[in-house]
Every structure is written in C-alpha cells, then in structure tokens.
C-alpha cells in the first residue's frame, strides 16, 4: 500500500510540473521547399514500397482460396 501512495504521489508531481516543460511555440519554424521535397521523396519510397506488397498479399490471399476450394468435398459444389 505504501508503494502506491508514493507512485501516486510521483505521479501527481509529474503531472503538475508538466506544463513547464512545455514547448514554447511563439515562433513558427519553416523548413522550406528542400525539406518539403526530402519528406515528399520519402512518402513516394514508402508508397513504392508497399504497392508490390499489397499485390504479393493478395497472391496468398488467392492461393490459399484456391487451396481451400480444392479440398472442399465434391458433392458440396455441385449441390445448390
């Protein structure tokens, strides 16, 4: 019990000094068209990168399909 009321106490100390650690946002910071085109290569590479992802998933997701079909009884198909 004594473990929690001096994490609770911890706790509360934290939580009350917290806003002087707080980012002071007067000024605005712009990067510029450099970084703007760095950030947009970046997106594009990641884009990139996931399409053949997405398409090699959608391989497995049709091969395990067929797989399932296939072991599927024979009287079931034909049955409606």
Known sequence: MRWLKVMEKALLTILIAAPAFAVDTTQAYF??????GFVALCALIVVAQVAPAV???VGFVKAIGEMIREKL????EGKK
């Open 31 to 36: 990067s510029g068209y450099i970084a703007l």
């Open 55 to 57: 398409m090699l998933f």
């Open 73 to 76: 009884p024979a009287h079931a």
